[in-house]
Nanobody
Framework: QVRLVESGGGLVQPGGSLKLSCAGA????????MSWYRQVPGKEREMLAS?????????????YLADSVKGRFIMSRDDDQKKVYLQMNMLKSDDTAIYFC?????????WGQGTQVTVSS
């Protein structure tokens, strides 16, 4: 059974930082493009960042980064640990959302349960 488990969310003051993690299990992690999304109730899920698989992207560089988070968020992945990370800096109240990781490969698409990030003073 495929599982993606996010962690690291919580309450942080504006201007602060958080690092989210997503651990994968039950899948050949390295095959998958991994992405981070977020969703605010009543709004569509927003793609934040993505890193393609090593077969396409040998350097595991970020292949997509949303304008809304450029210069503040950094995504990384560790295929040996089957984890992806989202380092979030200079957080704003608008970043308050549920954050999800996603694994995608051909027709296969998996989601974690999400982790809540609240930015508030």
């Amino acid at each position: 059974q495929v599982r993606l488990v996010e962690s690291g969310g919580g309450l942080v003051q504006p201007g602060g930082s958080l690092k989210l993690s997503c651990a994968g299990a039950g899948l050949t992690f390295s095959n998958y493009a991994m992405s981070w999304y977020r969703q605010v109730p009543g709004k569509e899920r927003e793609m934040l960042a993505s890193i393609d698989s090593a077969s396409i992207n040998p350097g595991l560089e970020i292949t997509y980064l949303a304008d809304s988070v450029k210069g503040r968020f950094i995504m990384s992945r560790d295929d040996d640990q089957k984890k992806v990370y989202l380092q979030m800096n200079m957080l704003k109240s608008d970043d308050t959302a549920i954050y999800f990781c996603n694994a995608h490969w051909h027709r296969l698409d998996y989601w974690g349960q999400g982790t809540q990030v609240t930015v508030s003073s």
